[in-house]
């Protein structure tokens, strides 16, 4: 059983800094994309960031872009956002996505597994 388990949310103040983490078991994601996405209370799941197998290729959202990087471990089947310069309206809830083909999509219906989500507040 495929499963995706995201962790490191929390409560930060705006202009911070948070890891997420993302741990696959059940398959090795090796050879596919893997992508975040956020949903905030009353919004549509918005995609935030995705990454090709190897890492070289990564994908990010205009509202992101230059303030959240997108990385992975291979061997550790582990996929990481980490997301400085935080403001209010990056508060959702962060879900890691897995795809089965190599693209770093922008749309979540190309995305085959998810993860439960973790919370991100940013507040003062």
């Known amino acids: 059983q495929v499963q995706l388990v995201e962790s490191g949310g929390g409560l930060v103040q705006p202009g911070g800094s948070l890891r997420l983490s993302c741990a696959a078991s059940g398959r090795t994601f090796g050879s596919n994309a893997m992508g975040w996405f956020r949903q905030a209370p009353g919004n549509e799941r918005e995609f935030v960031a995705a990454i090709s197998p190897g890492g070289l290729r990564t994908n990010y959202a205009d509202s992101v872009k230059g303030r959240f990087a997108i990385s992975r471990v291979n061997a550790k089947n582990t996929v990481f956002l980490l997301m400085n310069r935080l403001k209010p309206e990056d508060t959702a809830v962060y879900y890691c996505?897995?795809?089965?083909?190599?693209?770093?999509?922008?749309?979540?219906?190309?995305?085959?597994?998810w993860g439960l989500g973790t919370q991100v507040t940013v507040s003062s």
């Open positions: 996505a897995a795809s089965l083909s190599e693209a770093t999509s922008i749309s979540p219906i190309a995305y085959n597994y």
